[in-house]
């Protein structure tokens, strides 16, 4: 694998995760359980929408032959590279927080490593992404422990998703072929290097909301790699209907 080949996988991850994750969000739209938080949940899926579009725009880029639309909606289900854990179900409200919880934790961090990478567009990129990952972490974990300092269901519906979804973090620092040639040439880094402090600040948000870290047990592994579970197929049949059934279409 060539160093432009995996800068373009790498983008395409970065940009799979904010996209699938900003589809999700946008399922809550008109659906959110209070106004404010309707349009909150709306304007973080905005966010993210905005960092997958410039993600794909560099990918693009790198690619040389596929548009940001084909990128985005003309790829089939394993050629997707984004972590398992954004294309869960929504659920119930605490079960979405928990998600944008987990995974905001882990993308603040991210975008962090990122700012010491030897390539110019993921710094700038990185930067721009991190002033919003920021809020997208204090949002949820702000919820998550009004939830567990809340009543005893509002306890239960939040410890009940922790359950749910724990199986899925490991996924997220899950490294393949991609990794190794950019941690090589100074353009990524070990994800192993970020776990340790994504673990410590997920554990205190948990700690302050007497939630539980579920023993770690069924790990489902496999996004980076194309291997997804049977939510991602549901989400892109009806993301990509559009663009499938009027190719080439433009607003």
Known sequence: MTTKEALYNYALRLA????????????????????????????????????????????????????????????????????????????????SMVRQMLFATYAKHLYEALLNSRDEKLVALATKGLKEVKYHFRHSSEWIIRFGKGTEESNMRTQ???????????DLFEMNETDKVLITQGLGFSLKDIYPLWKAEISHVLDAANIAIPELGNVITGGINGMHTEYLGHILAEMQFLQRAHPGAKW
Request: glycine share 4%; with cysteine; hydrophobic share 40%.
């Open 16 to 95: 799979d995760d904010n996209l699938i994750l900003a589809q999700r969000l946008a399922e809550w739209c008109s659906c959110g359980p209070i106004l404010e938080e309707d349009l909150a949940m709306t304007n973080i899926s905005l966010d993210l929408l905005g960092q997958a579009e410039d993600f794909y725009e560099y990918a693009s880029e790198l690619n040389g032959e596929k548009n940001v639309d084909e990128l985005a909606f003309l790829r089939s289900e394993r050629e997707y590279f984004n972590h398992l854990l954004v294309e869960q179900p929504n659920g119930d409200f605490a079960c």
């Open 160 to 170: 009940d998703a922790i359950n749910e979804l724990w199986r899925y973090t490991d």
